[in-house]
């Protein structure tokens, strides 16, 4: 029997670290969102997300990262491998974002997000076993792991959100080239961060960067002008009830308005 590259505990937490993207890409306005889309398609898609990552992880580590070990591929061969393997994903996005209920939803954008997380998710976890195998399992280590779910979730989430936004304007053929290179970028700079780990620095702050935008334009492009003005209103009475509960002594009556 062939054993775990690491021990099992540290490989756990590899995975809960990958998954813990999850958690993170979803805490934004994506979580404010409820009752404005299908919370059950959100969820399937993430599942197909997990699904199709794991896959595609277990082809970026024998196709790419292993062989980047043995010295077997050069720079340009493993970019060559990673731009196929982006415009599988893209061509994936395309379909699932693209189906008829999906798009009669106009939730292609929100599925979108949730698509990527759960590819990021796995794409991260199996990237974070093979940094703590290479490099050994400490503090370090663990922060440069917490990064690189952090940028793969949220970048893999925008880059399907963006897809989704644009499927509602009727551009998604122009949507495939353009993503497929951006996954690329993606897929080869996180799968280097394993050797050079200080390499992640120069892939985060795209996340912050491109953050507001994909919250306000990007996820909320399937709204109807309705709908979009039944969430803001929403989002502008839940901050006026926080403020309101964070104020209030204890014992005072609560008025009407609040």
Known sequence: ?????????????????GLAGIYIGW?????????????????????????????????IDGLILAQVAQEKVNIIDAS???????????????????????????ASAPYGWTFGLGYGAMRSAHLNVRLFEMDGFHPLNISIAILISITTCVGH?????????????????????????????????????????LLIILLVPAIPLLWNYSQKQWLTSGMTPAA???????IRGSSRHEYAAATRRRGQIVSEEE
Request: proline residues 3%; charged residues 15%.
């Open 228 to 234: 979009a003005q039944a969430y803001r209103r929403t």
């Open 80 to 106: 060559a491998i990673s731009l196929i393997i982006a415009c599988a994903e893209s061509a994936f996005a395309l379909f699932i974002l693209g189906r008829p209920k999906t798009v009669g939803l106009r």
């Open 1 to 17: 029997m062939v054993g775990a590259p690491i021990p099992m505990w540290q490989m756990q937490i590899a995975f809960a670290i």
């Open 157 to 197: 989430a925008m880059i399907a959100s963006w897809q989704g936004s644009k499927i509602v304007e009727h551009e998604r053929a122009r949507t495939f080239f353009t993503s497929s290179f951006v996954r690329a970028v993606l897929i080869i700079g996180t799968v280097l961060s394993v050797f050079l780990p």
């Open 27 to 59: 805490r934004g306005k994506l979580a404010k969102m409820t009752g404005f889309y299908d919370l059950s398609g959100a969820f399937k898609t993430l599942i197909a997300g997990i699904i199709v990552g794991a896959i595609a992880a277990s082809l």
